[in-house]
Each structure stands twice: as structure tokens, then as C-alpha cells.
């Protein structure tokens, strides 16, 4: 009866990972949207930060170390996006696998090639990524080869499963190949299309599908604007005439809404993560929602 | 192009040579420039320059409030670092933390070294943290300038259930200023805390906690300190979050046992409640209320009332403006009212605060 009593109790206490299976917890819900693909009913994933939310400024919240100090993996964008944070909690999540450099903890931002490196970067420049710009997630192609690392991490965490997840690999990124080549086909006729963005979030998009940003909203990563940036901003546009102004959906429009009305420019807010609207909850989805939107946009 | 030239930077910017793989990856290899930067701890420098004018001669001028130096690392697999050095009006540079935390050691974080005592919530945040621009009266008066901050061993469980639950136990070396100093060179204090947190929503959490210390005091006897806290706090998830309140309250209780009180003790308690809300990405207001009863261990203030409101300019996250006023009355002097202005400036990497 004892022994019942001490099993039970035990259960519990361990918060019963020994008869679960993979706990993921990653760090944006485009990573969370990929790890649930493929790792399916074999992993339980959580996201830290919202879709709504700029993953730079989350809040290192002591509840976000329950779920962590159960996790079997960590999943982090990197390039100094989550450092904010992110080492916070991993050291309070007293789990000492999660720790960088153990198998537990996956920068995927290993697996990529990034932009607007910027080794000699100090403050007076903003809020600026020494390593790369970190919103990499929104170029598809870019998507794929997290996935395969994702994959490959998996696998290692659970040979037992192996082959599932290798099969719901191909799957996946037999899935996204296909968009990504429909994406790429519909967008193609905007080539070469002007843009003005507000922070640098789209800009792995923009490479992908051959856009041209010549300016930003944001004078300097994380700078609100003022009202002379936005006068040169206007100028700007007036003399490269540009068509479009794309901004996140959780900044002020404000200031995208007057150098629109200035210039004639067609302003889109659209969502900046997976998740960032209800139709958008997948890191497919919020793909189509950025190119439909566009599509649509710029066809009128 | 672009890849040759970041090749070429990080070749003879930094000494060292890079490499692209088959996707375009670039990798660093060798150099004494990035690859030993990147080991250097991560360094962070405070500056807190006051000025203040008020009713009471000594509290007028412009001065440097303190001056920090917070560097930081894991040592190596097993250990995490942390050292914190001050220097409080631009004088003596002194170490106000320097502590290896465990890193390899499930389910708990052993400390040992120099480190601030987890009593209450107040205890815990360094100068350029606090929510205002002093700290509240209670921990002035209680624990002293120097906090109750001194040299021993920690251990913090989080517990395993299903919401945040931490444990933390300390010994900690008595003599110390403040709450304690104890008589004997030897005497060793504890420190003890239970601390919960519960999400409301995703935006919201309500943390309490309680907290108790035991220590010799400089006539041989016991003092004792009891502490409750609560705080809801409430962090927009839109976007960069700026929309934020959070509201503290934190309740302590002093008894110092002495040659002519007996095992009676002295008794004197404080408690404070501070509201600080940002109302948009780069301005915050706040207030902080302050009552402290009995304070036998400072006789000039029996019974003690303060108000102080503020207004703070955060231009980014690594400087801020910030002017308060308040007004404080007792039953021993006439009232009296201060105006303080801060600049806070902090360069380097600075680790995040913990919520």
C-alpha cells in the first residue's frame, strides 16, 4: 500500500515525463508550427512567445521555467534574438541537458546562411543582431532547412521513432517544396517591386521573392520613428516611387499610415510570426497569408 | 558578394578566417579576436548620476549615485558566474556580489559566495533596477543601505509541481551591516524563502511570497524578520509589450533582541505598495507608498508615513530619465519633501532582469 502511495505520489512529482512523449518547448511559434509537423503525435510542443508577440522583448516569466524544467529539447532561433531572455531561463529551468551545447538545446540558426551580418555593430546603431539578422523564418526555403535540422534532432532524442519522424520529414518537406515553388510563382510577377518596411522582419521574404526594400520606418532596428524620418521617408518614396508599405501587425501604423496617404503608397499590415492571426496558426499558413495578401495587394 | 565580404571582415576585422559550407553557412575558425572576445565574460557598466533638492539641507545636490560593474559567464560546465562591483557616490569601489551558481545539478541552484539574501521582493534588485528612484523606507530602515547582502552558501529548489514554486535556503556569514552584525566573527544567519507564481492569463501573473531570516546581532542576541509579498503583475503580448503594470506590495517584520529588552525585542515593522505602469514604449509613471511603526532600531522615525510619485523617459533599454517627488511625515518631525531627478545609462551586454 506504501509502495502504491510512494509510486503515485512519484507520478506526480516527476510531472510524469517518464511515460510521455517528447517535450519540446521552442521559442516562436514558426519553430513550434514545424516541430509539431514533424514530430506529431510523438512530441508535446509549447511556444514561449506569442505570434503576436516581438519575440525580442518577451518577458522572462518564472512560469515558463515549469514547462522548460520538463522539457526533453529547447528550440531557439538564435542569432542573439531570445538573449534577452532565453539564457535566463534555461539556467532557472535547472535542467542542465537544456544548457547550449548539450543535446537538449537546438540553435537553428546553425543551419542557415544569414543576412546583414554586422560583426563591428555597437548600440549607437539600435537594436542591432552582431550575427545576422534573426527573423529568417519568413524566407520558405530557409524554413526547410530548419526543418531538417529539427528533424535530425528529433531522431537523436528518440532513435525508437526514427523512422516516423524521418517519414514525417519527407513529408513535410515534400508539402513545403511544393508551396514554396507555387509561392515563388505567383509572387514572380511583382519582382523587383519597391518596398518600405517598418522593422527589419520581412527582409529574408523580401530576398526570397526578389522585393526590393529601400527603406524603413524603425530610423534604427527597435528606434521609434520621428516626425523627420518620416518626412524623409515620404521623400523617399515620392522619388522612388514606391507602391507598397509593409509593417507588422502589433506596431503603431501611424506613421506607415501617413506616408502612405503622402505618397499614394498601398499600405499592408500583415502578421510578422506564425500564429500572429487566427488563420495564420501555422508556419504554412502564415506563409500563404503573407503571399495571398501581397498577391492580392498588388494585383489591384 | 555579400558572403565574400563578411569572409573578408571577419578574416581582418578580427583575425581570424571564415569559411562557407555547401548551404553558405559561414563559419570562423582560429583568431585571438572573436573567438577570444566571445569567451571574455559578458561585461556591463551602470552609471546612476541624482540630483535631488528638498526640505532638508543635506538632501540638496548633484551627485553621482553609483556606479556599476556587473560581469558575468559560465565558467565552465559546472558553474555559472557573477560578479557585481560598486562603487556608491563615484567612491571606494567595493564588490557588492561575486557568486558561482551550479549549472549541472538538476532540479536545484547551489550558490555560494557574496550575494544578496532572497528576502522579499525588494532584497533582490540592484540600484538601477528599482521600480523608483530610492528604495522603499522598510528595507532602508530594516535591512540598511547595504541591503541584507553577505557571504555564505544557497540552495533553490524549484519544486516539482505544476505551477512556479521555488524554495531557497541560505546560511549566510552574520556580521554584517545592517540587519544583523553579529558579535562573533563566526556566527552564521539564515535565510529562507517560499515563493509562488500562478499565470492568470498569458499577460497576467500573481506572485507571492514569504520570506524569514534569523541572525546574531551585535549584543549577542537573536534578531528575527518576517516577510510576506504579493505582486500582479499585467505585460501586454502584443508586440513589444508596451503596455505594462505591475503592482508590489511587501510587508516586513523586525524583532532585535537586546541586553535591556529581553527576549521581548525591539519591534518594528514596515510595509510599501508600489504601482508602476508603462503607458507607452518609452514613458512610465509610478507611485510608492511607504509606512513603517515602532522603528526602534532608528529612533528618529516612530512612525513614519511617504508618498512619492514618478515620471520616467526610457529613450531604449539601456538609458533612462527619471524624476520623482515625494513627501514624508512622522510623529517626531516636521514634514518633508523631496524632488529627485536620475539619469541612468548602461553600456555593454547587461543580463537580463529577472520579472
Known amino acids: 500500500m506504501r509502495i502504491r502511495a510512494l509510486l503515485i505520489l512519484s507520478f506526480f512529482l516527476c510531472g510524469r515525463s517518464l511515460f510521455a512523449d517528447l517535450k519540446v518547448v521552442t521559442t516562436t511559434e514558426d519553430l513550434a508550427s514545424i516541430t509539431r509537423s514533424i514530430g506529431g503525435e510523438l512530441v508535446k510542443v509549447t511556444s514561449i512567445a506569442k505570434g503576436i508577440q516581438d519575440p525580442h522583448y518577451v518577458e522572462a516569466k518564472p512560469s515558463y521555467l515549469v514547462g522548460l524544467s520538463r522539457a526533453d529539447l529547447v528550440v531557439s532561433i538564435g542569432l542573439a534574438l531570445e538573449s534577452g531572455w532565453l539564457p535566463l531561463l534555461l539556467r532557472g529551468a535547472r535542467r542542465p541537458n537544456l544548457l547550449m551545447g548539450n543535446p537538449g538545446f537546438l540553435d537553428v540558426s546553425t543551419a542557415i546562411n544569414p543576412i546583414e551580418v554586422n560583426l563591428s555593430a555597437d548600440r549607437s546603431e539600435g537594436d542591432v543582431h552582431p550575427f545576422g539578422n534573426p527573423h529568417y523564418m519568413a524566407d520558405p526555403e530557409r524554413g526547410l532547412l530548419v526543418a531538417e535540422k529539427i528533424a535530425s534532432r528529433l531522431k537523436e532524442l528518440d532513435p525508437s521513432n526514427s523512422r516516423k519522424f524521418e517519414a514525417q520529414y519527407q513529408a513535410y518537406a515534400k508539402g513545403l517544396r511544393q508551396n514554396i515553388f507555387q509561392w515563388k510563382h505567383r509572387l514572380s510577377k511583382f519582382k523587383g517591386t519597391k518596398v518600405i518596411g517598418y522593422h527589419k522582419t520581412f527582409n529574408y521574404f523580401f530576398v526570397s521573392f526578389d522585393f526590393l526594400p529601400i527603406g524603413f520606418i524603425e530610423p534604427k532596428p527597435g528606434i521609434p520613428p520621428t516626425a ?23 506596431f503603431d501604423p501611424k506613421p506607415a499610415r501617413t506616408i502612405a496617404e503622402k505618397t499614394g503608397a498601398k499600405l499592408l499590415i500583415l502578421p510578422a510570426y506564425t500564429g500572429g492571426e487566427e488563420k495564420c496558426s501555422t508556419y504554412e499558413a502564415w506563409l500563404e497569408c503573407l503571399v495571398s495578401a501581397l498577391e492580392k495587394e498588388l494585383l489591384t | 558578394m555579400r558572403k565574400a565580404l563578411v569572409l573578408a571582415l571577419i578574416s581582418f576585422g578580427l583575425n581570424c578566417y571564415g569559411e562557407q559550407d555547401r548551404l553558405g553557412n559561414v563559419k570562423v575558425f582560429g583568431g585571438s579576436g572573436l573567438v577570444d572576445r566571445s569567451l571574455n565574460p559578458a561585461i556591463s557598466v551602470n552609471a546612476l548620476f541624482l540630483g535631488s533638492y528638498g526640505s532638508a539641507a543635506e538632501s540638496v545636490g548633484l551627485n553621482i549615485q553609483e556606479v556599476e560593474g556587473i560581469f558575468s559567464a559560465s565558467i565552465d560546465p559546472y558553474f555559472f558566474g557573477m560578479v557585481v562591483l560598486t562603487s556608491e557616490g563615484g567612491q571606494s569601489l567595493g564588490v557588492e556580489e561575486a557568486y558561482a551558481s551550479t549549472l549541472s545539478v538538476p532540479h536545484v541552484t547551489l550558490k555560494a559566495g557574496k550575494f544578496l539574501g532572497n528576502f522579499g521582493k525588494n532584497n533582490l ?17 530594516l535591512f540598511g543601505e547595504e541591503a541584507l547582502n553577505s557571504v555564505g552558501v544557497e540552495a533553490d529548489l524549484l519544486v516539482p509541481v505544476s505551477w512556479y514554486f521555488d524554495l531557497i535556503v541560505a546560511a549566510i556569514n552574520g556580521k554584517m ?32 511570497g514569504t520570506s524569514y531570516a534569523i541572525g546574531e546581532n551585535e549584543e549577542k542576541r537573536i534578531n528575527h524578520y518576517v516577510g510576506a509579498d504579493a505582486v500582479i503583475k499585467y505585460v501586454s503580448t502584443k508586440g513589444r509589450g508596451d503596455f ?17 529588552t529581553g ?9 510599501y505598495s508600489s504601482v508602476v505602469v508603462r503607458i507607452q514604449r518609452r514613458f512610465w509613471i509610478g507611485s510608492r507608498f511607504d509606512f513603517l511603526k515602532k522603528v526602534d532600531l532608528a529612533p528618529d522615525f516612530p512612525r513614519t508615513t511617504a508618498e512619492n510619485l514618478l515620471v520616467a523617459y526610457v529613450p ?12 514624508t511625515q512622522t510623529n517626531a518631525h516636521a514634514d518633508q519633501w523631496q524632488v529627485l531627478l536620475q539619469l541612468i545609462i548602461s553600456m555593454g551586454s547587461h543580463p537580463a532582469h529577472a520579472y
Open chain 2, 316 to 327: 531604449s533599454e539601456f538609458s533612462a530619465i527619471r524624476l520623482q517627488g515625494g513627501l
Open chain 2, 125 to 141: 534588485l540592484h540600484t538601477h533596477a528599482q521600480p523608483l528612484v530610492d528604495r522603499p523606507l522598510v528595507n532602508r530602515i
Open chain 2, 244 to 260: 505594462a503594470i505591475a503592482w508590489t506590495n511587501e510587508f516586513i517584520y523586525g524583532r532585535r533582541n537586546g541586553i535591556m
Open chain 2, 263 to 271: 527576549d521581548l525585542g525591539e519591534k518594528s515593522w514596515g510595509v
Open chain 1, 228 to 250: 523627420q524620418h518620416v518626412l524623409s521617408l515620404i521623400e523617399l518614396a515620392k522619388k522612388e516611387k514606391v507602391k507598397l508599405i509593409l509593417m507588422e501587425n502589433f
Open chain 2, 177 to 208: 551591516a545592517g540587519p544583523f552584525n553579529a558579535y562573533h566573527d563566526e556566527s552564521v544567519a539564515g535565510v529562507a524563502r517560499m515563493e509562488h507564481l500562478f499565470d492568470l492569463s498569458d499577460e497576467t501573473t500573481l506572485g507571492i
